[in-house]
């Protein structure tokens, strides 16, 4: 918009720029902007927002005029990852470099105690000031990190952000009624959840923001749109209305008892399955005792192992029934598990059909208020708070790859490396003398 520009530049003495160029995800051959990465470049060229130099800034006149009045935004704003530099006297003496530990200080902030559990100075005195040990084995940096109270306090401190806005806004979702815009709704939610996570350690909102817009596109939008069409509906053309409410949702709140039941019969089948499966492993190959009972297909039948049993309990000379002996003990244990599994399979589908039918059952009996729990609570809300917790998993997922990697990275010096290679090469000689041959 050009009209008024030089009021505008000359009444901030610059030019604001942006560079939101690596905001988006790919989409084929395409990139694409999400929702977050829309709503942060609006709000940074709203509130002319330049905390964050990488991204946007208020570049001075004099400074475009240095450069030519060139508009190139590489000239003002450095948007490219620092380089992950090696350091040669970390690899010559050991040690993880104090600058590396430092280059993560945004979670020290929130962490400072975890850093002090993690690092202890080297025991070289004059390089503790540059240098650094790990405190614990790299299998248990992630425990430490987990298991220490300001990672919990942390945890708990944005854990009780998404409570308080969900709180607030449960009322919101139960009270959507016949005729309300979806559109309003979503933009209420998600600006409220936007600002709930503004000042949030470590998290970024619009991370949190685009949760929730996703889900919305994938599943809460329609949902949204058949309640304020139709209403909150558990039974829609005389059938359950698995759209809005998924079986799952019904099971696990109502027939938690009768899925366990289930599960556990499944699981007593799939046992006589593998039994099945190892005894054909080892007894079906060429020459194997379960080889010729066998379909023309190379399928072990309960028609085809009795089958194979009738022909070899038909024998009549002495030398080939007791040669037959072993072979008809395998098909016998065989045709045991098969019949096993049938009844387990019965067992199981039995199971599985009754509770189906207390499913559907129950969906005629959901009462107004049963249907917004199921709906709102177990399903949008916990949805939203897996999601949120994804947040806290990335985090802490982050701090530790990293830390592992600077750790493995410098775990063996330069002068280890090589009496390693001594002693390995000295074992190569050794075995080539003791094979007859001399390697100079």
């Not at 009754?354 to 559907?360: E, F, P």
Request: aromatic fraction near 6%; hydrophobic fraction near 40%; charged fraction near 25%.
């Amino acid at each position: 918009d050009k009209e008024g520009a030089a009021g505008r530049t000359m009444e901030g003495g610059g030019i604001f720029m942006v560079d939101a160029s690596k905001g988006f995800i790919k989409d084929g051959n395409k990139n694409r902007l999400r929702a977050q990465d829309m709503h942060r470049i609006v709000d940074t060229f709203t509130r002319q927002d330049g905390s964050d130099p990488k991204y946007a800034r208020l570049v001075p006149l004099s400074e475009i005029a240095a450069n030519d009045y060139n508009l190139n935004l590489p000239r003002y704003i450095d948007s490219t990852e620092p380089e992950d530099l090696q350091d040669i006297e970390a690899h010559l003496k050991g040690g993880i470099p104090l600058a590396d530990i430092d280059g993560l200080q945004r979670y020290w902030d929130v962490l400072p105690a975890v850093r002090q559990a993690l690092f202890a100075p080297v025991a070289d005195a004059q390089r503790s000031s540059a240098y650094c040990q790990l405190t614990v084995e790299p299998s248990q940096i992630k425990p430490t990190i987990f298991g220490h109270s300001e990672f919990t306090t942390f945890n708990q401190t944005v854990t009780e952000r998404f409570a308080t806005w969900k709180a607030a806004h449960t009322p919101l979702l139960t009270g959507i009624q016949l005729g309300d815009r979806p559109k309003a709704l979503i933009e209420n939610l998600s600006e409220s959840l936007l600002q709930a996570f503004d000042a949030a350690p470590l998290i970024d909102a619009y991370d949190v923001y685009q949760h929730l817009m996703d889900y919305w596109a994938d599943t809460m939008q329609d949902d949204v749109w058949m309640i304020a069409t139709d209403g909150w509906q558990a039974v829609q053309d005389g059938k359950p209305n698995v759209d809005l409410i998924p079986t799952a949702l019904v099971v696990a709140r109502y027939f938690a008892v009768e899925q366990q039941a289930v599960e556990a019969l499944e699981a007593e089948r799939d046992a006589i399955t593998r039994q099945m499966e190892e005894q054909e492993e080892e007894h079906g190959g060429e020459g194997g005792l379960l080889e010729e009972g066998k379909t023309d297909k190379g399928k072990l039948t309960a028609k085809s192992v009795k089958d194979r049993l009738k022909v070899l309990q038909a024998l009549t000379v002495k030398t080939e029934m007791a040669d037959a002996q072993d072979e008809i003990k395998a098909l016998k244990a065989y045709a045991a598990l098969l019949e096993q599994e049938a009844t387990a399979s019965k067992k199981t589908k039995d199971a599985q059909k009754a509770l189906d039918a207390k499913v559907a059952a129950l969906y005629a009996r959901l009462t107004v208020a049963d249907i917004q729990t199921l709906v709102v609570q177990d399903k949008w809300l916990a949805t939203l708070t897996a999601s949120v917790q994804s947040e806290l998993d990335r985090v802490s997922q982050a701090l530790t790859g990293r830390i592992r990697q600077l750790a493995e990275r410098y775990a063996t010096p330069l002068p280890a490396l090589g009496d390693e290679v001594e002693v390995l090469a000295g074992r190569v000689d050794e075995h080539l003398k003791a094979m007859g041959f001399i390697w100079k």
